[in-house]
Protein backbone atom coordinates (compact mmCIF):
# COMPACT_ATOMS: atom_id res chain seq x y z
CA UNK A 1 0.00 0.00 0.00
CA UNK A 2 1.94 3.41 -1.42
CA UNK A 3 0.33 6.45 1.07
CA UNK A 4 0.15 9.86 -1.02
CA UNK A 5 2.86 11.84 -1.75
CA UNK A 6 3.78 15.06 -4.06
CA UNK A 7 4.26 13.65 -6.89
CA UNK A 8 1.54 10.98 -6.77
CA UNK A 9 -1.55 9.71 -5.17
CA UNK A 10 -1.69 6.29 -2.76
CA UNK A 11 -3.24 3.18 -2.88
CA UNK A 12 -6.47 4.84 -0.39
CA UNK A 13 -7.07 7.63 -2.40
CA UNK A 14 -6.63 6.11 -6.06
CA UNK A 15 -9.52 3.19 -4.50
CA UNK A 16 -11.93 5.77 -3.56
CA UNK A 17 -11.26 8.31 -6.44
CA UNK A 18 -12.01 5.19 -9.31
CA UNK A 19 -14.60 3.32 -7.16
CA UNK A 20 -16.70 6.69 -6.27
CA UNK A 21 -16.13 7.93 -9.66
CA UNK A 22 -17.97 4.38 -10.93
CA UNK A 23 -20.58 5.18 -8.15
CA UNK A 24 -21.16 8.53 -10.28
CA UNK A 25 -21.85 6.83 -13.63
CA UNK A 26 -24.66 4.19 -12.06
CA UNK A 27 -26.23 7.71 -10.19
CA UNK A 28 -25.97 9.74 -13.35
CA UNK A 29 -27.06 6.68 -15.44
CA UNK A 30 -29.88 5.78 -13.72
CA UNK A 31 -31.19 9.08 -13.35
CA UNK A 32 -31.01 10.23 -17.17
CA UNK A 33 -32.14 6.65 -17.74
CA UNK A 34 -36.09 7.62 -16.12
CA UNK A 35 -35.49 11.04 -17.70
CA UNK A 36 -35.83 9.12 -20.84
CA UNK A 37 -38.19 6.57 -19.95
CA UNK A 38 -40.36 6.29 -17.60
CA UNK A 39 -40.28 3.09 -17.26
CA UNK A 40 -36.82 3.08 -15.00
CA UNK A 41 -38.06 4.40 -12.47
CA UNK A 42 -37.73 0.80 -11.72
CA UNK A 43 -34.17 1.98 -11.07
CA UNK A 44 -35.04 3.96 -7.62
CA UNK A 45 -34.01 1.41 -5.39
CA UNK A 46 -29.60 0.88 -6.86
CA UNK A 47 -30.17 4.62 -6.94
CA UNK A 48 -30.72 5.19 -3.54
CA UNK A 49 -28.43 2.78 -1.89
CA UNK A 50 -25.72 3.44 -4.45
CA UNK A 51 -26.30 7.39 -3.59
CA UNK A 52 -26.11 6.90 0.48
CA UNK A 53 -22.98 4.33 -0.52
CA UNK A 54 -21.54 7.54 -1.78
CA UNK A 55 -22.16 9.69 1.50
CA UNK A 56 -20.49 7.17 3.76
CA UNK A 57 -17.59 7.09 1.31
CA UNK A 58 -17.87 11.13 0.24
CA UNK A 59 -17.65 11.46 4.10
CA UNK A 60 -14.69 9.35 4.45
CA UNK A 61 -12.57 11.01 1.69
CA UNK A 62 -12.79 13.96 2.97
CA UNK A 63 -11.28 13.17 6.36
CA UNK A 64 -8.57 10.66 4.58
CA UNK A 65 -7.81 14.73 1.84
CA UNK A 66 -7.42 16.74 5.47
CA UNK A 67 -4.95 13.85 6.74
CA UNK A 68 -3.01 13.66 4.12
CA UNK A 69 -3.22 16.98 2.97
CA UNK A 70 0.61 18.21 3.03
CA UNK A 71 1.85 14.96 1.52
CA UNK A 72 -0.07 15.13 -1.68
CA UNK A 73 0.41 16.45 -5.36
CA UNK A 74 -0.48 20.99 -4.40
CA UNK A 75 -2.43 22.61 -6.65
CA UNK A 76 -2.81 26.36 -7.78
CA UNK A 77 -5.81 27.86 -6.45
CA UNK A 78 -8.36 27.45 -9.04
CA UNK A 79 -7.32 23.87 -8.87
CA UNK A 80 -8.25 23.72 -5.20
CA UNK A 81 -11.46 26.05 -5.22
CA UNK A 82 -12.87 23.34 -7.84
CA UNK A 83 -11.77 20.62 -5.61
CA UNK A 84 -12.99 22.25 -2.81
CA UNK A 85 -16.64 22.48 -4.54
CA UNK A 86 -16.36 18.87 -5.85
CA UNK A 87 -16.17 17.69 -2.32
CA UNK A 88 -19.13 20.17 -1.28
CA UNK A 89 -21.25 18.26 -3.80
CA UNK A 90 -20.17 15.25 -3.35
CA UNK A 91 -21.91 15.60 0.35
CA UNK A 92 -24.54 17.81 -0.58
CA UNK A 93 -26.10 15.61 -3.75
CA UNK A 94 -26.58 12.49 -1.35
CA UNK A 95 -27.71 14.58 1.87
CA UNK A 96 -30.22 16.62 -0.04
CA UNK A 97 -31.66 13.21 -1.32
CA UNK A 98 -31.53 11.41 1.98
CA UNK A 99 -32.73 14.76 3.84
CA UNK A 100 -35.93 13.83 1.55
CA UNK A 101 -35.96 10.08 1.76
CA UNK A 102 -36.30 10.60 5.51
CA UNK A 103 -38.50 13.53 5.83
CA UNK A 104 -41.15 11.25 3.44
CA UNK A 105 -42.10 9.45 6.54
CA UNK A 106 -43.82 5.83 6.72
CA UNK A 107 -45.21 4.64 2.89
CA UNK A 108 -48.71 5.60 3.98
CA UNK A 109 -47.66 9.35 4.14
CA UNK A 110 -47.61 9.66 7.94
CA UNK A 111 -44.97 11.18 9.87
CA UNK A 112 -44.03 13.49 6.51
CA UNK A 113 -41.78 16.27 7.30
CA UNK A 114 -42.44 18.89 5.15
CA UNK A 115 -39.30 21.05 4.91
CA UNK A 116 -37.16 17.98 4.56
CA UNK A 117 -38.98 17.23 1.58
CA UNK A 118 -39.35 20.70 -0.06
CA UNK A 119 -35.48 20.97 0.72
CA UNK A 120 -35.09 17.66 -1.54
CA UNK A 121 -37.76 18.61 -4.28
CA UNK A 122 -35.86 22.10 -4.34
CA UNK A 123 -32.28 21.16 -4.68
CA UNK A 124 -31.65 17.45 -5.06
CA UNK A 125 -32.15 17.54 -8.95
CA UNK A 126 -30.50 20.69 -9.65
CA UNK A 127 -27.28 20.54 -7.22
CA UNK A 128 -26.74 16.78 -8.82
CA UNK A 129 -26.64 18.64 -12.31
CA UNK A 130 -24.12 21.25 -10.98
CA UNK A 131 -22.31 18.57 -10.07
CA UNK A 132 -22.58 16.86 -13.46
CA UNK A 133 -21.39 19.90 -15.25
CA UNK A 134 -18.12 20.35 -13.09
CA UNK A 135 -17.59 16.74 -12.91
CA UNK A 136 -17.64 17.18 -17.22
CA UNK A 137 -15.05 19.90 -16.30
CA UNK A 138 -12.50 18.32 -14.30
CA UNK A 139 -11.92 15.08 -16.51
CA UNK A 140 -11.71 17.75 -19.56
CA UNK A 141 -9.13 19.44 -17.30
CA UNK A 142 -7.42 16.35 -16.56
CA UNK A 143 -7.64 14.95 -20.39
CA UNK A 144 -5.92 18.58 -21.12
CA UNK A 145 -3.27 18.38 -19.08
CA UNK A 146 -2.46 14.61 -20.12
CA UNK A 147 -2.33 15.78 -23.32
CA UNK A 148 -0.05 18.69 -22.54
CA UNK A 149 2.62 16.05 -21.21
CA UNK A 150 2.18 17.12 -17.88
CA UNK A 151 0.89 13.37 -17.37
CA UNK A 152 -1.81 14.66 -14.60
CA UNK A 153 -3.53 11.15 -15.11
CA UNK A 154 -0.53 9.07 -14.23
CA UNK A 155 -1.18 10.81 -10.61
CA UNK A 156 -4.20 8.88 -10.01
CA UNK A 157 -3.78 5.65 -12.45
CA UNK A 158 -0.19 3.55 -13.63
C1 LIG B 1 -24.10 11.54 -5.13
C2 LIG B 1 -25.25 10.93 -5.12
C3 LIG B 1 -26.40 11.27 -6.02
C4 LIG B 1 -26.41 11.79 -7.30
C5 LIG B 1 -25.22 12.19 -8.17
C6 LIG B 1 -27.82 11.90 -7.70
C7 LIG B 1 -28.25 12.39 -8.92
C8 LIG B 1 -29.56 12.55 -9.29
C9 LIG B 1 -30.01 13.12 -10.53
C10 LIG B 1 -29.10 13.64 -11.65
C11 LIG B 1 -31.37 13.11 -10.52
C12 LIG B 1 -32.31 13.60 -11.65
C13 LIG B 1 -32.69 15.02 -11.43
C14 LIG B 1 -33.64 15.55 -12.48
O1 LIG B 1 -34.27 14.76 -13.19
O2 LIG B 1 -33.77 16.79 -12.56
C15 LIG B 1 -31.79 12.52 -9.26
C16 LIG B 1 -33.11 12.32 -8.87
C17 LIG B 1 -33.51 11.67 -7.72
N1 LIG B 1 -32.68 11.22 -6.72
FE1 LIG B 1 -30.67 11.30 -6.68
N2 LIG B 1 -28.61 11.43 -6.67
C18 LIG B 1 -27.81 11.04 -5.62
C19 LIG B 1 -28.20 10.52 -4.40
C20 LIG B 1 -29.52 10.24 -4.04
C21 LIG B 1 -29.94 9.70 -2.76
C22 LIG B 1 -28.99 9.35 -1.61
C23 LIG B 1 -31.30 9.59 -2.80
C24 LIG B 1 -32.28 9.09 -1.76
C25 LIG B 1 -31.98 8.33 -0.74
C26 LIG B 1 -31.74 10.06 -4.11
C27 LIG B 1 -33.07 10.10 -4.54
C28 LIG B 1 -33.48 10.66 -5.73
C29 LIG B 1 -34.88 10.77 -6.12
C30 LIG B 1 -36.10 10.27 -5.31
C31 LIG B 1 -34.90 11.38 -7.37
C32 LIG B 1 -36.15 11.72 -8.26
C33 LIG B 1 -36.76 13.01 -7.88
C34 LIG B 1 -35.91 14.20 -8.28
O3 LIG B 1 -35.64 14.39 -9.48
O4 LIG B 1 -35.50 14.96 -7.39
N3 LIG B 1 -30.62 10.44 -4.84
N4 LIG B 1 -30.66 12.20 -8.53
C1 LIG C 1 -12.92 9.71 -16.12
C2 LIG C 1 -13.12 10.32 -14.98
C3 LIG C 1 -12.06 11.04 -14.18
C4 LIG C 1 -10.75 11.35 -14.47
C5 LIG C 1 -9.96 11.03 -15.75
C6 LIG C 1 -10.20 12.04 -13.33
C7 LIG C 1 -8.91 12.48 -13.19
C8 LIG C 1 -8.33 13.01 -12.06
C9 LIG C 1 -6.94 13.34 -11.89
C10 LIG C 1 -5.87 13.19 -12.97
C11 LIG C 1 -6.76 13.85 -10.65
C12 LIG C 1 -5.47 14.37 -10.04
C13 LIG C 1 -5.42 15.86 -10.26
C14 LIG C 1 -4.17 16.50 -9.73
O1 LIG C 1 -3.69 16.14 -8.67
O2 LIG C 1 -3.69 17.45 -10.38
C15 LIG C 1 -8.06 13.85 -10.00
C16 LIG C 1 -8.31 14.30 -8.73
C17 LIG C 1 -9.56 14.45 -8.18
N1 LIG C 1 -10.75 14.02 -8.75
FE1 LIG C 1 -10.96 13.08 -10.53
N2 LIG C 1 -11.19 12.18 -12.36
C18 LIG C 1 -12.33 11.58 -12.84
C19 LIG C 1 -13.55 11.49 -12.19
C20 LIG C 1 -13.84 12.14 -11.00
C21 LIG C 1 -15.14 12.18 -10.39
C22 LIG C 1 -16.42 11.49 -10.94
C23 LIG C 1 -15.02 12.92 -9.25
C24 LIG C 1 -16.04 13.31 -8.21
C25 LIG C 1 -17.25 13.56 -8.33
C26 LIG C 1 -13.63 13.34 -9.13
C27 LIG C 1 -13.11 14.11 -8.11
C28 LIG C 1 -11.78 14.38 -7.91
C29 LIG C 1 -11.22 15.09 -6.75
C30 LIG C 1 -12.02 15.67 -5.58
C31 LIG C 1 -9.83 15.10 -6.92
C32 LIG C 1 -8.78 15.71 -5.96
C33 LIG C 1 -8.05 14.60 -5.26
C34 LIG C 1 -8.92 13.94 -4.19
O3 LIG C 1 -9.24 14.62 -3.19
O4 LIG C 1 -9.26 12.76 -4.36
N3 LIG C 1 -12.95 12.85 -10.21
N4 LIG C 1 -9.01 13.34 -10.88
Same mark, same amino acid.
Given at each position: ?12 ? %? ?20 N ?24 ? %? ?14 ? *????L /?H +? ?16 ? +? /? ?20 ? /? ?8 ? *? ?12 ? %? ?7 ? /?
Open positions: MKPDNPQTYGTVS %RCLHWLMALCFVVMFGTALAWINEDYFSLMGIHKNCGIALLVLALV %RFVWMHVNLRRRPQHN *IIVK /G +IALYLLMIAVPAVGLIRN +I /GKGAPDGSGEVEWMVQLGNQWH /GELAIALGIL *ILGHIAMAVVHQIK %REKIINRML /G
